[in-house]
């Protein structure tokens, strides 16, 4: 399913009034549109969302927007998984984060998790959505809460733990490059 599909559905699925969702999603742009009328269109669309729901609502929407939960990447939590069966957590994470492009997940101090992409400044955002355009306005955090949903899938099947998303930290595509992008979860008990 593609971005504005999966958007759909996640309003669809979260029971959003069907004329709030029209408000958000219009139909005039299809995920088959070129680039930069599709981020055009996600821009305004979270700007809309935010409008219209409130700020738990808009991050669960986009949070179950989260893509690339399947191929390589499943196949490789799940293999962690498996292998680190009866594991302690911080080794778990630590392995998680052997796995190439996950975030470089970090155990904090007060048991929540922060993934990472990029250590510092100077990072293109990595959404397919986004990626590759010269942005020349910060987009909201409320967008990047798909990013977030595509780390927190993986984790919790890696290290066998239901997460929660409790904020996007920073973003590449909300500070134009000048931050990492960072996700915190909690574990839900």
Request: hydrophobic fraction near 40%; charged fraction near 25%; charge should be negative.
């Amino acid at each position: 399913m593609a971005a504005i599909e999966r958007l759909q559905q996640a309003l669809i699925d979260l029971d959003i009034d069907e004329g709030i969702a029209a408000q958000i999603v219009d139909g005039t742009v299809r995920d088959k549109d070129n680039k930069k009328k599709r981020a055009a269109f996600f821009v305004q669309a979270i700007s809309q969302m935010e409008r219209l729901l409130d700020e738990e609502t808009c991050h669960a929407v986009r949070d179950a927007c989260a893509c690339s939960k399947g191929g390589w990447r499943l196949k490789a939590v799940q293999k962690l998984a498996k292998e680190y069966a009866g594991r302690s957590l911080g080794e778990k994470i630590a392995a998680l984060g052997q796995i190439t492009h996950m975030g470089n997940p970090v155990l904090n101090e007060d048991g929540t998790i922060t993934a990472g992409i990029g250590d510092e400044g100077g990072l293109d955002c990595p959404c397919p959505v986004f990626e590759g355009l010269d942005l020349r306005e910060p987009v909201s955090l409320t967008y990047c809460y798909c990013c977030a949903g595509h780390f927190r899938f993986h984790y919790q099947i890696a290290l066998g733990k239901s997460l929660v998303t409790k904020r996007v930290v920073s973003s590449a595509l909300n500070s134009l490059g000048k931050q990492p992008c960072r996700f915190e979860y909690a574990i839900v008990e």
